[in-house]
């Protein structure tokens, strides 16, 4: 993950080129831009890039802005937005993204024609960022809650954060507010101060439970966490409830319908903005697949479907991205290892803890595209457990379109031509799943919702 941090008044990026063309990788080494000028600096509102790379391919360009990235000089298609930056014209560029696979880019290269230029033409792109969303995490002082909040403390889309858990949140707040970059951050101490923390938010992240500990099973999770997230819940659907609702608290497959259950007897329930977040599966796929057959981490995307628990993790080798060929032996070790990735981390830690950090940049990762979605992006796929009818499942994890009010589309084709194995699969882990499903909802059923 890359991150610069740079702050002063403004922030230009000026160049020009030889002969009015900008050279791609394969010649670069042959050849080189001429870079005439460069200056850069930020407004007082610190800028940063979480893992992004935009190219820039026009005759010259000035970029006044509050959300910095590092460029690289590649490519020559025309966008309109990226990752949360709007532009009031276009702006070349090829996209990656530490946080997004190649599938985003690929589409987003796809959405956007090239537009010519005369070859003197000197132009100007203007970006206009806006750090105008509020974001809450329920359950910040905690092990995945304090490495999320410092990662969305970096987002340029955030003016607000604000953080809440039971106890030792000041100091967490306290800590993160010395980092100079925009976003405020507020701290909110108990159930007496849970509502004025989520007013006006736009999304809320609820993290907030007791970690998984060495012999422990997701299920054992259940009765201490379900009560969590079904108050945190009732406190949402009470103060903000067009937010976007992230449930990371385990177990996922169950917490999730206890979620939509709460917003059902509220009568505020949206099934395009609750979310469970599975992004570390997908996190954790295209890491192992990278590995395993050596390629640049960027380019793979592995899609991720099912739910979030052992066997209902099922990753899609077959629908990997850049399409790689796989022995039946390898099949089986990297499914079984994505599956049990998080045993292997609470087992590392010999019981002190669990998968804390991988998941909070996975957390990250799912908020930031978020906000995206939420700041007006037209290409922002992730996967995710969500109400679905891909399946016979009233919920299920596969890749879905965000927009500005939750999911826009969900996406079947991951699940067309599945090999014989990944069949087999979906077959196997579909009652387990359902059993999760029908117990989340069963405990809310049992457990009137706070009026």
């Not at 298609?77 to 599938?103: D, R």
């Not at 990662?151 to 340029?156: E, Y």
């Not at 080798?317 to 499914?335: G, H």
């Not at 009652?431 to 059923?445: D, M, N, R, T």
Request: glycine content about 8%.
């Amino acid at each position: 993950m890359m991150v610069n941090i740079l702050s002063r008044e403004r922030r230009c990026i000026r160049y020009t080129k030889e002969k009015g063309k900008i050279l791609g990788r394969e010649n670069s080494a042959a050849k080189r831009v001429d870079l005439k000028e460069c200056e850069m600096a930020a407004t007082s509102a610190t800028s940063f890039s979480i893992g992004s790379t935009v190219s820039l391919g026009s005759r010259g360009c000035s970029l006044p802005q509050k959300k910095p990235f590092s460029v690289r000089f590649t490519s020559q298609n025309s966008l309109t937005s990226f990752s949360g930056l709007k532009a009031a014209t276009s702006v070349n560029c090829e996209s990656e993204s530490s946080f997004l696979g190649k599938e985003s880019s690929a589409a987003l290269r796809a959405s956007v024609a090239p537009k010519a230029q005369k070859p003197n033409q000197r132009s100007q792109y203007v970006l206009q960022p806006q750090a105008s969303y509020k974001v809450a995490i329920l359950g910040a002082a905690g092990g995945i809650g304090q490495p999320l909040a410092l990662l969305i403390k970096m987002s340029p889309l955030v003016s607000t954060l604000n953080l809440y858990d039971i106890a030792n949140v000041k100091g967490v707040a306290a800590d993160l507010s010395h980092c100079n970059t925009p976003s405020q951050v507020l701290d909110f101490t108990g159930a007496s101060e849970l509502g004025n923390c989520l007013k006006g938010v736009n999304v809320v992240v609820i993290p907030a439970g007791v970690p998984r500990k060495p012999g422990m099973t997701r299920d054992d999770l259940f009765n201490i966490n379900a009560n969590i997230v079904k108050t945190l819940v009732e406190a949402v659907a009470d103060n903000c409830p067009d937010a976007f609702i992230h449930i990371i608290s385990n177990p996922v497959n169950s917490t999730v319908p206890i979620a939509a259950e709460v917003l059902k007897q509220k009568g505020v329930y949206d099934p395009k903005k609750l979310f469970g977040v599975t992004t570390l599966d997908v996190v954790r796929a295209n890491t192992f697949v990278a590995q395993k057959k050596n390629l640049k981490l960027i380019d793979v995307d592995v899609p991720v479907v099912g739910g979030h628990a052992g066997i209902t993790i099922l990753p899609l080798l077959s629908k990997a991205k850049p399409s790689v060929s796989f022995t039946d032996e390898e099949v089986e070790q990297l499914t079984v290892r994505i599956q049990n990735a998080g045993t292997e981390v609470v087992e590392a830690k010999a019981g002190a803890g669990s998968a804390t950090l991988s998941m909070g940049y996975a957390a990250a990762r799912f908020v930031e595209s978020s906000l995206r979605a939420l700041d007006g992006d037209g290409d922002v796929y992730e996967c995710s457990f969500v109400q679905s009818n891909l399946t016979d499942l009233p919920f299920f994890a596969s890749r879905i379109k965000l927009g500005r009010k939750g999911i826009e589309a969900w996406i079947p084709s991951d699940l067309e031509g599945l090999t014989e194995y990944e069949q087999k699969a979906l077959e196997a882990l579909k009652p387990e799943l359902k059993a999760s499903i029908e117990k989340g909802i069963a405990f809310v059923q049992k457990q009137p919702v706070t009026a």
